[in-house]
């Protein structure tokens, strides 16, 4: 006889309970023993995916993870992490810390499933996926059919890679500001944005999905870009091997462990797009060190599979090399960082992108965030032939906009590079379209 599944779930729920009444995770924060970091040392019964759950929980609050050890052989689990906030200081606001402890103390008692900074149990808005072919002015179709259909963008986060587009939006009635919840609307959402993503090319994968469950957003682009093969390289795509990340992955025979090795350029957020990979496509991480040297990040992790064996044959050593690749990828950021903050409205990043694609620029990535009223947008734009932007551009959207502050920090490299051909060249040819501009604030700055 077939058991009940959510009736399984919930005896799942109360041994996970029981074994955390049993084994409380052990929390320790020292700002003493380091002179420039936060060490945090968790100890907690070990279980898949606990790994993943502490380091989101960690850079949800934005907090750089400068070195961590990692041990989870048998069945207890322990990590020591050296974090800093943005500007490379200690942590010592109290209210961060106690939130720490909170959530990986032995106070935290959610189902895993929900313990995510910055998601909520909420139904004030429907999310909306998106998986594609990119192509010249996708997003602006896309903003089009939204506008059509009466949706406002509230938030989001967009990502291109080896010719593929994600995007996780969160939406709601133009006309009420709540969650859309009528199925027959959500349907006819769904099928439009689905035809339009595969545009002529009818046997061009795409998929579209449209839900008020919860979601953190770039875990679940990481799976959204897995899913459609991003990791999947062009034959002619030989020619960058010397700009790919260095993955190496080998076998060490003596104690079962697949060694990945990664030397790339520190990044905020790299541990993260590693662990949640990893763990995405099930494989366990038993112990790991991870450090910083300069602006190089040395990462490596001691793996099995989920099914106790490290990787078995070159055609899995691949594609955990070529996954890991494309996981570090995701979240480079080509050309130049824009960064706009001012009072929200409707239609505010419609307009924005729409100026961005009349002056010939293309978005990279977006992402998309409102606030207590506010809108802070980051978006990532280059010029539409593959150049830099340059300084015409640039005053020829401040003629446009009106009255704004713009500010240049430093020069980055790509303005020394030559015109080159980039496959996320193209990526929105607007975001969103519709009414007429108001005053803003649009803060520039160089990644």
């Known amino acids: 006889m077939e058991m009940n599944t959510s009736f399984s779930h919930d005896i799942d729920d109360e041994y996970e309970k029981f074994i955390r009444r049993m084994n409380p995770p052990r929390m320790v924060i020292d700002n003493e023993t380091c002179k420039n970091a936060t060490v945090i040392r968790v100890d907690s019964a070990n279980k898949h995916g606990i790994l993943l759950e502490v380091v989101q929980i960690l850079t949800d609050l934005n907090l750089i993870i400068t070195k961590a050890y990692i041990s989870s052989d048998g069945n207890w689990f322990m990590d020591v992490f050296n974090v800093a906030d943005q500007d490379g200081n200690k942590i010592l606001d109290e209210g961060i810390l106690d939130y720490i402890r909170k959530s990986l103390g032995p106070e935290s008692c959610l189902p895993s499933s929900m313990r995510s900074v910055g998601v909520k149990q909420s139904m004030d ?18 903003s089009a059919v939204l506008r059509h259909l009466k949706c406002n963008v509230v938030s989001g986060e967009v990502w291109t890679h080896n010719t593929r587009v994600a995007a996780v939006m969160q939406v709601t009635d133009e006309e009420t500001g709540t969650a859309i919840t009528d199925p027959e609307r959500l349907s006819r959402i769904k099928s439009l944005l689905c035809n339009l993503l595969k545009g002529s090319n009818k046997s061009s994968f795409a998929s579209t999905a449209v839900s008020n469950s919860v979601t953190h957003t770039e875990r679940r682009l990481h799976q959204m870009m897995f899913a459609d ?25 003596d104690k079962d462990y697949s060694v990945v090795t990664i030397r790339c350029k520190d990044r905020p957020k790299l541990l993260f797009d590693m662990v949640c990979t990893l763990t995405d496509m099930d494989y366990v991480v038993f112990h790991a060190n991870i450090g910083t040297e300069g602006p190089t990040s040395y990462q490596e992790y001691y793996i099995r599979h989920v099914d106790g064996y490290p990787v078995k044959s070159e055609a899995e050593r691949q594609r955990v090399t070529q996954c890991l690749e494309a996981a570090i990828e995701r979240r480079v950021s080509e050309g130049l960082k824009l960064e706009l903050c001012t009072t929200d409205r409707v239609g505010l990043l419609s307009d924005v992108t729409r100026i961005f694609r009349e002056n010939s620029l293309t978005v990279t990535r977006a992402e998309v965030t409102t606030k207590a009223g506010k809108a802070v947008n980051t978006f990532y734009v280059r010029d539409a032939s593959g150049y830099p932007v340059d300084a015409k551009t640039i005053d020829s959207i401040r003629q446009v906009i009106g009255q704004t502050i713009l500010k240049v920090k430093g020069c980055p490299e790509d303005q020394k590079s030559a015109p080159q051909e980039s496959p996320t060249s193209f990526l929105f040819g607007g975001l969103f379209k519709s009414k007429s501009f108001v005053n803003f604030s649009l803060v520039r700055s160089y990644s």
Do not use: K
Request: charged share 35%; no cysteine; net charge negative.
């Open 125 to 142: 808005h429907t999310a909306i996926e998106l998986t594609g072919s990119d192509r010249p002015g996708l997003l602006s179709e896309v």
């Open 229 to 253: 093969r991003d990791y999947e390289r062009m034959s002619d795509d030989a020619l960058n091997d010397r700009q790919r990340p260095n993955v190496d992955v080998v076998n060490w025979y």
